[in-house]
């Protein structure tokens, strides 16, 4: 089993920044692709951004392209999601997620084995 647990959420303003960490504990060596998620109020859970287990390999949805950068340390078993130029469409609940399947990165929820618990974050207009 492993057990994601994410943190760095909270109240920005707009234009503002902020980094997002998921730290990972248990079986992590079982771990491959890592991603973040995203859901607003009323929507369906959105893809925000993956990474390979190397971290040599990324995809960022268009709605964060130039914007946020996915990033892990596998050392410390922590990928990370810095958001820079943050927007109100912006607010949501964050969640961290992880593949265990070998193989090209995914942008499907489904594709996700492990799910944090996700974390708030509000931009403020």
């Known amino acids: 089993q492993v057990q994601l647990v994410e943190s760095g959420g909270g109240l920005v303003q707009a234009g503002g920044s902020l980094r997002l960490s998921c730290a990972a504990s248990g079986r992590t060596s079982s771990l491959y692709a890592m991603a973040w998620f995203r859901q607003a109020p009323g929507k369906e859970r959105e893809f925000v951004a993956c990474?390979?287990?190397?971290?040599?390999?990324?995809v960022h949805a268009d709605s964060v392209k130039g914007r946020f950068t996915i990033s892990r340390d596998n050392a410390r078993n922590t990928v990370y999601l810095q958001m820079n130029s943050v927007k109100p469409d912006d607010t949501a609940v964050y969640y961290c997620?992880?593949?265990?399947?070998?193989?090209?990165?995914?942008?499907?929820?489904?594709?996700?084995?492990?799910w944090g618990q996700g974390t708030q974050v509000t931009v403020s207009s």
């Open positions: 990474i390979s287990r190397s971290g040599s390999t990324s």
């Open positions: 997620a992880a593949n265990v399947a070998i193989g090209p990165l995914r942008i499907g929820s489904n594709d996700y084995a492990y």
